[in-house]
């Protein structure tokens, strides 16, 4: 029996820190991993725009919430699953370009835009670059795959001569040393190259590494 699809306009959430204005100089597209929130992930990157009033930091949040335990307490959100896929990678995909466009329209010419994935945000952000053909100044996958079902010339496209940053921590038992260094050497068959950080801890966000990327 055939699926059946309906299209309709939703509400989506994201949290921001800074205002958009001709000002602005940089802007960070922060995307979570599975099962977190944007309220909460904003945190570790929020710090860029009270700093620097000519930084934006943007985070967008899954699409789909649900109760990580049982059938109340806390909520987290996610990106997308194994059921209806593609409905949902299309889905994500448009709300982030929507998004981005909306803000891109307050800032002026020269902005700079930067773009984090973490965990399974990093399959999320370059499903939405190579989808769209967007091209930010950085792109930083942290802690999580590139997705081989990303047609080899899209990505080709998108990784050429394209400011890219891996990083994880050696002791992530979801994306240790070995995965980051496969990670590094596809993106490099696919035309990329990038460079590689990493930290002493686990699957986490550390403030040295995002200032390191941040060049501040």
């Known amino acids: 029996m055939p699926d059946f ?14 205002t958009p204005s001709a000002d602005t100089k940089e802007l960070w597209i922060v995307c979570h991993g599975y099962g977190s929130l944007a309220n909460f992930f904003v945190r570790h990157f ?5 700093d620097d009033p000519s930084t934006v930091v943007v985070a967008p949040e899954g699409l789909s919430r649900f109760y990580l335990q049982g059938t109340s307490g806390r909520v987290g959100a996610s990106w997308m699953t194994s ?11 448009a709300y982030l370009e929507s998004l981005t466009q909306h803000l891109l329209a307050q800032c ?3 902005v700079q835009l930067t773009v984090v994935g973490f965990s399974q945000g990093t399959a999320t952000v370059s499903r939405w670059l190579a989808h769209t053909g967007r091209r930010p100044a ?9 997705p081989a079902d990303i047609e080899p010339a899209a990505a080709t496209l998108l990784l ?24 590094a050497e596809y993106l490099t068959q696919l ?6 950080r990493t930290f002493e801890g686990y699957h986490e966000l550390k403030r040295p590494i ?6 501040r």
């Open 191 to 196: 035309g990329g190259r990038p460079a590689v």
């Open 46 to 50: 929020a710090w860029l725009a009270d």
């Open 210 to 215: 995002i200032r390191r990327l941040a060049g």
């Open 108 to 110: 002026g010419p020269e």
């Open 138 to 146: 950085h792109l930083v996958l942290w802690a999580g795959d590139f």
């Open 83 to 93: 059921d209806d896929r593609l409905s949902e990678i299309a889905d994500h995909v």
């Open 160 to 183: 050429t001569n394209l400011k890219l940053t891996l990083v994880a921590g050696d002791s992530d038992g979801y994306f240790g040393p070995e995965k980051l260094a496969q990670q």
């Open 5 to 18: 699809h309906f299209t309709t306009p939703r509400t989506a959430r994201y949290e921001q820190r800074g």
